[in-house]
């Protein structure tokens, strides 16, 4: 069992900013306070560590304090997160890597980073990119690109220029509350460290003329551009029931295992226990009968712990609807067929393309933000604004399938075998179809090569040394 780990109090750091600058500072702290709580909660969550919320009826006192840990909030962000799978950025010109995003991708691991921060948007409704100098000479990139959880940020918005007003990144922590943050505003990016003397506040100024952070939102809405946390009240309502449920088939199954048996005539005060679970939980229990009279024993049956396995598997199909996962996830007992697990999915295959599009944006715009700071330059170039985020397809179907589909568009299209398109609808991923077109460039010189040699019948040295020939035979 887990409590909220909620520092109660943390006052305003008195952080020394100019008046525009210091309002904002306050407003991104106070949203920071308000909602770490609400984040830290869906942690708990995420992390199968909910505390049990009893109603006090039919669990006893000695397993109130009972830890059961159950996963089912994160199989739920992970069915979603799990079918979005980040394959890298295409640019609408064909080149390769028109704005050398190669070096900052890998430079900034920013694959593996960027599936991280889409899990915690999924958990706390948004996450985010910062993109700033970094320090080359303590081994940094020359352009850092950093995930930020939305527990450790507070952010706010600029609806008429649809963009982030300001950001507030609470770097570490203390006893007392913060002890570093990063604040990112249109012209600075400030560094704010407590020592013993108080607060140190230094900044960057920068030339973007916006906010260098990239939000990654799940679930957006106009009333609500940060998103909706894929951790519905729903699901935590479902989880908290089964929780209950869990504990009350372990009490039942102490029941269930052992036959009760009931002493007519004994003396009861051999029998009385501590407290009221004694006398429930005992296997003998003792009614008084008049003196002399026989001594009879009657055994009773424990209950069947079906209704609590009844129960959790109705919690489990609420909490699979709610989730949009498998009915076989809730009840395995009667196989489905390959339509109707496809027909389930569909709902989750359309919400993972509709984030695709709203993370792969959010990739796109630190992506920017990055070849800016990097280049010095002012605005967005034209071709660097057709950018976009690739992923694999989510509607995950049979090979064969996919296969049969990829034979009848070849045929019927010319060279969508050979292309990108026709490759990445095959199944390919991004690094087999780099692969794929290296092999097929080097097949391409060896056949030239081939040819030239057949050409020059080994008679012309200048046709022979362009084949890799000597012209005098060695």
């Not at 199909?317 to 395995?332: C, E, G, N, T």
Request: charged content about 25%; glycine content about 8%; some cysteine.
């Amino acid at each position: 069992m887990s409590s909220i780990p909620v520092m109660a109090g943390v006052s305003m750091p008195n952080v020394k900013l100019d008046g525009s600058d210091h309002d904002l500072f306050v407003d991104l702290f106070t949203t920071w306070q308000q909602k770490r709580r609400r984040n830290l909660m869906r942690t708990v969550y995420d992390d199968g560590k909910a505390a049990l919320k009893d109603f006090g009826i039919a669990v006893p006192p000695q397993m109130q304090r009972a830890f059961t840990p159950l996963q089912w909030i994160s199989r739920g962000v992970n069915a979603l997160t799990g079918r979005s799978q980040f394959e890298g950025f295409v640019s609408s010109s064909g080149a390769d890597d028109p704005f050398g995003l190669a070096q900052v991708l890998d430079e900034n691991d920013f694959v593996s980073e960027f599936q991280m921060a889409k899990r915690s948007s999924a958990v706390h409704a948004c996450s985010f990119l910062t993109v700033s100098s970094g320090d080359v000479q303590a081994g940094e990139p020359d352009v850092l690109i950093l995930p930020r959880a939305a527990d450790a940020s507070g952010a706010t918005w600029d609806k008429r220029r649809r963009v982030l007003g300001g950001f507030l990144s609470v770097i570490d922590m203390d006893h007392q509350g913060p002890s570093e943050m990063v604040m990112y505003t249109w012209e600075r990016v400030y560094l704010m460290v407590k020592s013993s003397s108080g607060w140190r506040t230094t900044f960057v100024e920068h030339s973007l003329g916006e906010v260098p952070v990239a939000r990654l939102p799940h679930a957006p809405d106009l009333s609500r551009p940060f998103g909706h946390s894929r951790i519905s009240r729903t699901a935590m309502g479902m989880t908290d029931a089964a929780v209950r449920t869990i504990l009350r088939s372990e009490v039942s199954a102490e029941f269930y295992a052992a036959d009760k048996y009931w002493l007519f005539g004994a003396d009861v005060t051999k029998f009385v226990g501590d407290d009221k679970w004694s006398a429930v939980m005992g296997r003998m229990n003792a009614i008084d009968q008049e003196v002399g009279e026989e001594i009879k024993v009657q055994r009773f049956s424990g209950a069947s712990p079906q209704p609590h396995i009844d129960q959790l598997r109705m919690l489990a199909s609420q909490f699979a609807d709610d989730q949009d996962l498998d009915v076989k996830w809730a009840d395995a007992s009667n196989p489905s067929s390959a339509d109707a697990i496809y027909a389930a999915k569909e709902d989750l295959i359309m919400k993972t393309r509709d984030q695709n599009r709203v993370w792969g944006r959010g990739g796109v715009k630190a992506m920017q933000l990055a070849v800016r700071l990097r280049d010095g330059l002012d605005t967005v170039p034209d071709e660097l604004r057709s950018l976009s985020g690739q992923f694999t397809d989510p509607a995950i179907v049979s090979p064969s399938a996919r296969s049969n589909a990829f034979v009848q568009l070849a045929s019927s299209i010319t060279g969508f075998g050979e292309s990108e398109v026709g490759l990445e609808f095959a199944g390919l991923t991004r690094e087999q179809i780099v692969r794929f077109q290296a092999e097929k460039r080097r097949s391409g010189v060896t056949s030239l090569v081939e040819s030239l040699r057949g050409a020059a019948g080994q008679t012309d040295p200048a046709v022979a040394v362009v084949a890799g020939q000597r012209g005098d035979g060695e």
